[in-house]
C-alpha cells in the first residue's frame, strides 16, 4: 500500500514571504501522480497543484511550485508571497498511475498566515 | 457552484437512526467518490463508483450502504451508526482513469449522539 507523510502538522508563514510544505510518500509504483489540495474553513478541497512522476520539471501554478525529487520519494509544496487567503490545510496525495483509482492523502498541515 | 454538492452540510442523528448523505454532481463526470475525514487522521476513501459500478470499497463497516443510480447521483445511507462515525464526509468526482484528480464538495458534518 502507498503511504503518504506530512511530517509538519502546523506551519506559520508570515505574509509576503515564502512557505515550504514537506510530504514524503512510499511507492514501489513507477507511475504515479502526486497533488497537493487546500482545504479552506468552507471544507471544500481545492486543487493546487499537480505531478506526472515520469516528468522530471517541476510543476507550477501562478505563486505554487513544487520540488519533486523522485528518487528521495519527496514532494514538498512551496508558497511564494504568502497570502491571508493561503490560510488552510494543505493535503498532500497519491494516485497511482494505469488503472488506479484512489488517491491516498496525508494527514495534512495547517498553514497558519500572519499579517 | 462547486460542481460537487452535498446535502446535508450538517447532520446530528442517534444511533438507532437512519439517515442518507446525498452527492450531486454536474460536471459530466463518471466516476464518484465517498471519503471520510477524522480529525488528526488521513482522508479514509471508503466507495469508490465508476460508471454507476462499484470498483473499490475499502472494508467499511455494513452500516454504511453506498447508492450510485446514475453517473450524476451519489448517495450514502446510514443506519445504527457508532459514536465513533461521527466525521465530515466528503464526496468527490472525476474522469475514471483520470490523472486531473478529483473535485470535492464541502462535505457533510456528522455527529452521532
Known amino acids: 500500500a502507498q503511504t503518504v507523510t506530512q511530517s509538519q502538522p502546523e506551519m506559520s508563514v508570515q505574509e509576503a514571504e515564502t512557505v515550504t510544505l514537506s510530504c514524503t510518500y512510499d511507492?514501489?509504483?513507477?507511475?504515479?501522480?502526486l497533488f497537493w489540495y487546500k482545504q479552506p474553513p468552507s471544507r471544500q478541497m481545492i486543487l493546487v497543484i499537480r505531478?506526472?512522476?515520469?516528468?522530471?520539471q517541476n510543476a507550477t501554478e501562478n505563486r505554487f511550485s513544487v520540488n519533486f525529487q523522485k528518487a528521495a520519494k519527496s514532494f514538498s509544496l512551496k508558497i511564494s508571497d504568502s497570502q491571508l487567503g493561503d490560510a488552510a490545510m494543505y493535503f498532500c496525495?497519491?494516485?497511482?498511475?494505469?488503472?488506479?483509482?484512489?488517491?491516498?492523502f496525508g494527514k495534512g498541515t495547517s498553514l497558519l498566515v500572519t499579517p | 457552484e462547486t460542481g460537487v454538492t452535498q446535502t446535508p452540510r450538517h447532520l446530528v442523528m442517534g444511533m438507532t437512526n437512519k439517515k442518507s448523505l446525498k452527492c450531486e454532481q454536474h460536471?459530466?463526470?463518471?466516476?464518484m467518490y465517498w471519503y471520510k475525514q477524522s480529525a488528526k487522521k488521513p482522508l479514509e476513501l471508503m466507495f469508490v463508483?465508476?460508471?454507476?459500478?462499484?470498483?473499490e470499497n475499502n472494508s467499511v463497516p455494513s452500516r454504511f450502504s453506498p447508492e450510485c443510480p446514475n453517473s450524476s447521483h451519489l448517495f450514502l445511507h446510514l443506519h445504527t451508526l457508532q459514536p465513533e462515525d461521527s466525521a465530515l464526509y466528503l464526496c468527490?468526482?472525476?474522469?475514471?482513469?483520470?490523472?486531473?484528480?478529483?473535485?470535492f464538495g464541502s462535505g457533510t458534518r456528522l455527529t452521532v449522539v
Open positions: 460536471l459530466g463526470h463518471n466516476a
Open positions: 463508483y465508476s460508471l454507476e459500478e462499484r470498483v
Open positions: 468527490a468526482s472525476s474522469q475514471a482513469r483520470d490523472s486531473y484528480g478529483y473535485t
Open positions: 511507492t514501489s509504483e513507477s507511475d504515479y501522480y
Open positions: 505531478q506526472e512522476a515520469y516528468k522530471q
Open positions: 496525495a497519491y494516485r497511482r498511475g494505469n488503472s488506479g483509482y484512489a488517491l491516498n
